[in-house]
């Protein structure tokens, strides 16, 4: 057994006991750092892999931004506990059944004889002047720029719905109140003003 | 060596796992959010996977597209999540079936 192989095999433990332990986890907060852990093995694995680049994003972009953000909300709002397992128990079989048929159609489909090292051999490593950064940035500003410059615009998309969403201070904001309207006095929009008549003033 | 069905079933597994978590915590929308983000960790580490063993760096490419696309998604349903527990006062699913679908 080769080292990678020892290292692949311990990252891929922890992946999946972190990720039992998240869908299994009866506070939502544990179940985030869970989630936290296995995202850490996922990153390990994608350097593993040679996609340093990538594993960094989903260090900084996953655990730093969108982990916090959960942490952030469940904390901000007051969960019923009891409530959350109401149905547990009830469709636990049906999803193992599930999984299990899923994992052993895979395995029989994505096994070493069709994806093993002699149908499709690993590749040579490259060196240290190799840049994972400079490869994907050569691919990112050429071939697909137009991608990138719509996903730049779906994220500028997902800023301003989710601050629509939760805004609760309506300031400066335009808005219709039909019972307002409907029940409108005379004398709430009309003001008589007397003025005096310039005929009087000059007698 | 590793091969890359050890990848291919490694991700199949987790991919399952996230399957489960949403069949069990089917009241609890949070956790459903993190199991969708489960899955999408599976199926990035499958395009990684093919990526390498390929050669091909557009595998790359589109988990930088699926980790824009996801961190939107989260950042908007959490926003519907607040304003549910706002205007309902539970985020439990039940709750939410007024449209009686």
Redesign the interface.
């Known amino acids: 057994m080769?080292s990678?192989?020892i290292i692949?095999y311990i990252l891929?433990f922890w992946?999946?006991a972190s990720?039992?332990a998240?869908?299994?986890a009866r506070n939502?907060a544990k179940?985030?750092l869970f989630?936290v852990l296995?995202?850490f093995s996922?990153a390990s694995?994608?350097i593993?892999?040679?996609?340093e680049?990538?594993a960094i994003?989903?260090i900084l972009?996953?655990v730093g931004?969108?982990m916090v953000?959960?942490l952030f909300?469940?904390k901000?709002?007051n969960?019923?506990k009891s409530?959350?397992?109401?149905?547990?128990a009830g469709?636990?079989p049906?999803?193992?059944i599930?999984?299990?048929i899923?994992?052993a159609e895979?395995?029989l489909v994505?096994?070493?004889a069709?994806?093993?090292?002699e149908v499709?051999p690993?590749?040579a490593k490259h060196g240290a002047d190799y840049s994972n950064i400079t490869?994907?940035a050569m691919?990112?500003y050429t071939t697909?720029v137009y991608?990138f410059e719509l996903?730049a615009v779906?994220?500028l998309?997902?800023?301003i719905?989710?601050i629509t969403?939760?805004h609760k201070n309506e300031i400066n904001r335009k808005k219709q109140s039909i019972s307002e309207q409907v029940n409108v006095k005379a004398k709430d929009r009309v003001r008589v003003v007397s003025i005096a008549s310039p005929s009087k003033e000059n007698k | 060596m590793v091969s890359l069905s050890d990848y291919l079933i490694l991700s199949s597994i987790i991919f399952c796992i996230g399957l489960v978590g949403i069949f069990i915590n089917r009241t609890n929308i949070i956790t459903l959010l993190m199991c969708v983000e489960l899955i999408l960790a599976a199926v990035n580490t499958n395009f990684i996977a093919f990526s390498h063993f390929l050669g091909n760096e557009a595998g790359q490419i589109f988990v930088f597209f699926i980790l824009t696309v996801a961190a939107a998604e989260v950042a908007i349903g959490l926003a519907i999540l607040t304003l549910l527990f706002r205007v309902r006062g539970s985020i439990n699913v039940d709750v939410t079936n007024s449209l009686k679908g």
């Open positions: 080769s990678e192989q692949f891929s992946f999946i990720s039992l998240m869908i299994f939502a179940a985030v989630l296995g995202f996922a694995l994608w593993l892999l040679e996609a680049f990538l994003t989903l972009v996953y931004a969108v953000l959960f909300v469940i901000m709002l969960i019923d409530t959350l397992r109401a149905k547990f469709y636990l049906l999803g193992l599930v999984a299990l899923i994992i895979m395995t994505l096994g070493g069709q994806f093993g090292l499709m690993s590749p490869v994907l691919q990112l697909y991608p996903a779906l994220l998309i997902a800023i719905a989710a969403l939760v």
